[in-house]
């Protein structure tokens, strides 16, 4: 069974890089998309971005210009870089496979169907 | 401003029906399909519904989904004191393209 591990630093100060990698175990990155997605706290869930294991990504518009989404497979990981970091990015991180894919009618489908257990991260001097 | 219209809350007693209502557009759900996500007090969200109507392995029959134009919801019957929790739509954007969600329906099992 495939298990995700967010894992990186849960403090980091405005203006600097806030980088995350996620581990993959029980199963091989390749041939999957995968994804990492915040929650501020109170708050609900925003998407940030994908990668495919072949190293194609996509960014959410409001985002695209601070992340940086890189996968390692020799590793099994993906990382999650987010630069320029304020306040408001604190949020729990997690990361997550995406299955994506059409319908026989043409209807796209992606969702997240594991999911890390999310690492909190705290901007702040 | 969430891209998926949910209501803040529901809530309902053990044993009756819940439906939770998700509204879009014809960029996310009025062209591509609809999922659900259950995030239970202090967890990472759990897919819940996929595909519009799809249960994941494991998930119980009392829950369903379905989809008609550019709105969603999701039910819940026999509803239990364990289904207290948050619970997200999301489908895919064409015009962000990007993931989007709704901003997630609290319900209180009274």
């Known amino acids: 069974q495939v298990q995700l591990q967010e894992s990186g630093p849960g403090l980091v100060k405005p203006s600097e890089t806030l980088s995350l990698t996620c581990t993959v175990s029980?199963?091989?990155?390749?041939?999957?998309?995968w994804s990492w997605i915040r929650q501020p706290p109170g708050k609900g869930l925003e998407w940030i971005g994908y990668?495919?294991?072949?190293?194609?990504?996509n960014y959410n518009p409001s985002l695209k210009s601070r992340v940086t989404i890189s996968v390692d497979t020799s590793k099994n990981q993906f990382s999650l870089k987010l630069s320029s970091v304020t306040a408001a990015d604190t949020a729990v991180y997690y990361c997550?496979?995406?299955?994506?894919?059409?319908?026989?009618?043409?209807?796209?489908?992606?969702?997240?169907?594991?999911w890390g257990k999310g690492t909190t991260v705290t901007v702040s001097s | 401003q969430s891209v998926l219209t949910q209501p803040p809350s529901a809530s309902g007693t053990p044993g009756q029906r819940v439906t939770i209502s998700c509204s879009g557009s014809?960029?996310?759900?009025?062209?591509?399909?609809v999922n659900w996500y259950q995030q239970l007090p202090g967890t990472a969200p759990k897919l819940l519904i996929y595909?519009?109507?799809q249960r994941p392995s494991g998930v119980p029959d009392r829950f369903s989904g379905s989809k008609s134009g550019t709105s969603a919801s999701l039910a819940i019957s026999g509803l239990q004191s364990e289904d207290e929790a948050d619970y997200y739509c999301?489908?895919?954007?064409?015009?962000?393209?990007?993931?989007?969600f709704g901003g997630g329906t609290k319900l209180t099992v009274l």
């Open positions: 997550a496979r995406l299955k994506v894919g059409a319908t026989a009618t043409l209807y796209y489908y992606y969702y997240m169907d594991v």
């Open positions: 029980g199963g091989s990155i390749s041939s999957y998309y």
């Open positions: 990668i495919y294991y072949s190293g194609s990504t």
């Open positions: 014809s960029s996310n759900i009025g062209s591509n399909t």
């Open positions: 595909s519009n109507n």
């Open positions: 999301a489908a895919w954007d064409d015009s962000l393209n990007a993931v989007v």
